[in-house]
Each structure stands twice: as C-alpha cells, then as structure tokens.
C-alpha cells in the first residue's frame, strides 16, 4: 500500500516562508504539490520528475521551489512571499505518469497565510 505522509503546514504572516515535506513509501517517476482552497478546485502547486524536471502553476509562479532527495523518497516544497489567497490545504501527489496527475495522495496539510 502506498503511502504519502506530509508535514511542514502551519501557519505564517504575508511575505513570509514555509517548507512543505513529503515522504513516499516507495519511488515514484513524478511527485509534486497541489492546493485547495475552500469552495475552490484543486489547483497545480509543482511537480517534478524523477529527471529534476519541474512544473509550477500560474498562480505560484517564481515564488515556489520544487525539490527531491531521491534517496529518500521526499519531495519538498519551499514557498516564499507568501499570500493570504496561497492559503489553503496542500496535498502530495505521485505517480508514474509524465501526462496525468498521479494516482496517490497524501492527507493535506493545511497552510494559513495571515495579513
């Protein structure tokens, strides 16, 4: 059974950072991060691949980094100049696909951005 564990969520002022981990039970081809907000559709954070490829969305463009220990199975995510509208809860993702969202999921862990 796969497992996805998060960690790093909390709580931070505006313009602030936050590191989010994610630890995987086994090797996956893609991980990455994706958010959702209340009354919002879940929305494209960052992937990368297992060749260091990565992928970020619009809204968090050029104020997210993306990395892997391959070692460990972990896929981190540093957000920096943080918004209130970035709060929401981060779910970790995986798979062996270089098209389609991964099949797996962590439990989210909530990050709350205040002004």
């Known amino acids: 059974q796969v497992h996805l564990v998060e960690s790093g969520g909390g709580a931070v002022q505006a313009g602030g950072s936050l590191i989010l981990s994610c630890v995987a039970s086994e090797r996956f081809i893609v991980m990455g991060w994706y958010r959702q907000a209340p009354g919002k559709q879940r929305e494209l954070v960052a992937t990368i691949t297992s060749g260091g490829i990565t992928n970020s969305g619009d809204t968090v463009k050029g104020r997210v980094t993306i990395s892997r220990d391959y070692d460990k199975n972990t896929v981190y995510l540093q957000m920096n100049s943080l918004k209130p509208e970035d709060t929401a809860v981060y779910y970790c993702?995986?798979?062996?696909?270089?098209?389609?969202?991964?099949?797996?999921w962590g439990q989210g862990t909530q990050v709350t951005v205040f002004s």
């Open positions: 993702n995986a798979g062996d696909s270089m098209v389609y969202v991964g099949p797996y």
